[in-house]
């Protein structure tokens, strides 16, 4: 299981990678939430796939999920879900402003 | 157990959502505002003499003892950078209420600022690196907002790469926290120290210097690190000078900030590597940064490059190592969050004198605005290190812990990097000041920048300070470092078992 | 052609408040189950998505007159003084405390400081959620 995990998160990464690679803004930004997603995954994977009841009051199971992954993942995702918010509305504005989404376009000069 | 040590993070983040409910009433906002930072000074001052009479003080928030739950920790080092944050917030607040336009204002710029300072005191504070990653976003989103309001072409196209590069570095500085807690099994700063040690003695030595390297990167992008520096010069030439003084002053240090505390305190395995690794790191970022600033013909682009060359400096004295070294860095540190942001005040009343900041179209102001020039010229040559000023301690700590510890071409690098400093800074100097004046007589009139001064000039007065009373202040760092030097400190009053 | 909406504004009208009985319910089962402010507060958020997608935005906005951002900064308020009211008993920041009441009819129940905190998110989520997609969805320029 570990080993199909990490694949997703490589080829996470990579279409992540692609995506960031590409001119348009709107790519860049899926980029960024695929990242994110991966980097998610990993630190469910790397935190050790283990089967058990969720650490509850109440639950009486011989072994418990270690919560700690779930919590910070979460935070993690909250946290993704503002930054992409944001993103999104930046590269719409920057699009409607510069009426073009590419970036090669966008670069600017080093003095203006 | 003492809420003392909560009080530079929470009352900003409360002072925040009170503003956003007074969101039109700009008299009330400015005024609550310079209160809570002008307290946020006292407090944190206060805090930190606490610290040094009675040691380091940990908060176990809602009361989860440490290994398991939240802490907050005040050591003297993260103390004393939040009374310098505190005060150079102070400092750019005061210049935003005479600068900034009331419409950006009102696009809750106070909330914003005050949430920026929970980000910055709370990376100080916390004491668990998943927290570390919290306030780091809590500070960038604020950074985000800040550095686009307004929202003109420019700074549009500019944030974009700004914000993409920032959450690139976020999601790298998740993966790192996953591969060490996969590795440790925790994320407190105390306890990583010690399973850092057990783990690196049982062999593991090696994948704790790569999470160490990733989160250098991590840290190292946050603090404009050659060469993952390349975002720095154009995201912060955008905004208001208001705002990118805040946010040259903040910002990079805090990055900064998080090398030294990592490694000084939980990769200590194998610091034969990862300090030679830092120490190149920070002879590239000095003279990069400093030979791209020489190239410059913009008074705000030469400020933002040098905050690049500067962070080499603060790094360059965690790569020797040392207790003298790293006493320069802190000294280094604060020096340059008040000079540079005393700078770049200047700057922002230069450019509202000129209304450029194109160095080559202004001249002469020394004639027409005397104090302006002085103040700056106190100010330039304190960040090139002449004595008596603040500079020329800092960099003397340093370069004498670097002899201490036969580092000679580091050091060799610093020196010709001051020199260089000092060229830029005459440039500036020389284009902007002397020279026949540019203004008539009557724009002069309309001119008057009296009141702009106000909020650099105690800036100005604390770098000389901190250069008279050299010995004092150094004896402060000193401790500060000792108690860096010292995990077991750290580690014993954190875990108490 | 003039496009019928009936069919979803039928199941909206019925869909709306199921989603919303339910995100209450997530809403109190939090702190010992699954469920709390935040996952209650996207529930809620998204039935009030269900209204603003069907019905037209200008008449939602009348039915449901809130200013987001007002919203937000309440919710912030009553999670930090919950937290703080942890400093009057000289404890730490953020500490939790809770009791068992025996109530007629309803039997045992706990009342616990972490419920106004949980109020406070779930007041922040479904303003935030709400605020972030109207401001995108209400450019029409």
Known sequence: MEILMILTVGVLVSVSTYLLLTKSLLRVVLGIVLLSHAAHLLFLTMAGLKEGAPPLLGEEAASYADPLPQALILTAIVIGFGVTAFLLVLSYRTYKEHKTDDLEKLRGSADE | MNNIVLLPVLIPFLVGVILILFRNQLPIQRFVSGVTTLGLVGISAYITYLIYQDGIITLELGNWPAPFGIVLVGDLFASIMVVFASIVAAACLFF????????????????????????????????????????FEVMLISSFVLIVMGGTKYQLRESFKYVVISTFGSMFFVIAVALLYSVTGTLNYAHL??????????????????????????????????????????????????????????????????????????????????????????????????IGAVSKFDFKRILAIHIVSQVGYM???????????????????????????????????????????????????????????????????????????????????????????????????????????????????????????????????????????????????????????????????????NQMLDPSIYINSVIKE | ?????????????????????????????GHNNPGGGFIGGLMTASALLLLYVSFDIKKIRKVIPFNYPVIIAVGLLITIITGLNSLLFGDPFLTQYFEYYNVPILGEIELTTALPFDLGIYLVVVAIALLIILTIAEDDS
């Open chain 2, 96 to 135: 935003a209420f005479q600068t900034l336009h009331p419409d950006r204002e009102k696009y809750y710029f106070y909330p914003f600022f005050f949430f920026l300072l929970t980000g910055v005191n709370g990376s100080f504070l916390t004491g668990d690196i998943f927290n570390l990653f919290v306030f």
């Open chain 2, 193 to 290: 120290a010690e399973r850092v040690a057990e783990a690196a003695q049982q062999g593991q030595s090696g994948i704790l210097t790569v999470i160490a390297i990733l989160f250098l990167i991590v840290f190292g992008l946050k603090g404009a690190l050659v060469p993952l520096h390349f975002w720095l010069p154009n995201a912060y030439f955008g905004p208001p000078t208001a705002i990118a003084a805040l946010l040259g002053g903040l910002l990079t240090k805090v990055g900064v900030y998080s090398i030294m505390r990592t490694h000084t305190l939980i990769f200590t395995h194998n610091q034969d590597f990862t300090l030679t690794i830092i120490l190149i790191l920070a002879g590239l970022t000095m003279f990069f940064g400093v």
């Open chain 3, 1 to 29: 052609m003039k496009t019928n909406y009936l069919m979803l504004h039928t199941i909206t009208r019925v869909v709306s408040f199921i989603i919303l009985s339910f995100s209450i319910f997530l809403f109190f089962a």
């Open chain 2, 315 to 481: 790094i360059m004295g965690l790569g020797i190592g040392t207790t003298m070294a790293i006493a320069g860095s802190i000294y280094i540190i604060t020096h340059n969050m008040i000079v540079k942001t005393a700078l770049f005040l200047f700057c922002g009343a230069t450019e509202k004198v000129t209304g450029t900041t194109n160095l080559k179209k202004m001249s002469g102001l020394l004639k027409t605005h005397p104090y302006l020039g002085w103040l700056f010229f106190v100010a330039a040559i304190s960040l090139a290190g002449i004595p008596p000023l603040s500079g020329f301690f800092s960099k003397f700590a340093l370069v004498l812990g670097g002899l201490e510890a036969e580092r000679y071409f580091i050091v060799f690098v610093s020196l010709v990097v001051g020199l260089l400093t000092l060229f830029s800074m005459v440039k500036i100097f020389m284009y902007v000041f002397w020279g026949s004046p540019s203004l008539s007589p009557e724009e002069v009139k309309k001119t008057k920048v009296g009141k702009l001064l106000i909020p650099g000039i105690p800036l100005v007065i604390i770098s000389i300070l901190m250069g008279i009373l050299a010995e004092p202040v150094y004896l402060l760092f000193e401790a500060a470092a």
